[in-house]
């Protein structure tokens, strides 16, 4: 099986190109919304949560997101202590899923593939790419979001060159160049890769 993590900042086409690769029948795991659920679900998190927060995390056992959000939101220092609490669940989650499809190629997608470290879960890593001013004005109409609003959530993620320059391929999404063929030439690489590895 090969484990590949795909990438990209905001607006940049990183789920659509994932929805490309399930209409080919690659299973996708969004990291994003499998956080989402384990912070519910998982009695590690919950535990580690509500002696963080407090209390107030959790409300008749269901997340009590203002609550979260607030304690999230005010200052780095906060967030990255949440980061280390969900992350190691979900890279775990993530292997255990992938380790349950029959597919030879499974794909984790993640907004912060390298900040988290969940590339480390992953042989191979695409980059989706846009410039910067399609990005602006596909997140702002997607999210009914100002420029400003947009910039500044940019701002916090990490530089488009800098995930260029880690990623093993990458795809660009700026309504040039063709996807559909960028993402068949990928798969045909990474299937000869997994063909050839079987031999060896």
Request: aromatic share 6%.
């Amino acid at each position: 099986m090969m484990r590949i993590g795909i990438t990209g900042g905001i607006g940049s086409g990183k789920s659509y190109v994932c929805n490309l690769l399930r209409q080919r029948g690659i299973p996708v795991y969004n990291c994003d919304e499998e956080a989402k659920r384990l912070m519910v679900e998982s009695a590690a998190i919950r535990q580690q949560l509500s002696q963080l927060i407090g209390e107030d995390a959790y409300i008749n056992n269901v997340l009590n997101k203002p609550a979260v959000a607030r304690f999230l939101f005010a200052n780095a220092d906060n967030a990255a202590r949440i980061n280390h609490i969900v992350h190691p669940v979900v890279k775990q989650d993530f292997l255990r899923w992938a380790a349950s499809q029959p597919a030879d190629i499974v794909v984790q997608e993640s907004a912060i593939l390298f900040e988290s470290g969940f590339h480390t879960t992953v042989d191979k890593t695409i980059e989706v790419f846009a410039p910067k001013a399609i990005r602006l004005k596909r997140a702002m109409q997607r999210d009914c979001a100002t420029r400003r609003q947009i910039e500044a959530r940019m701002a916090q993620q990490m530089d488009e060159r800098k995930k260029r320059q880690l990623a093993d391929f990458i795809i660009r999404n700026d309504g040039i160049h063709d996807l559909p063929s960028q993402i068949d030439a990928i798969l045909y690489k990474m299937k000869n890769q997994l063909k050839n590895s079987k031999y060896d």
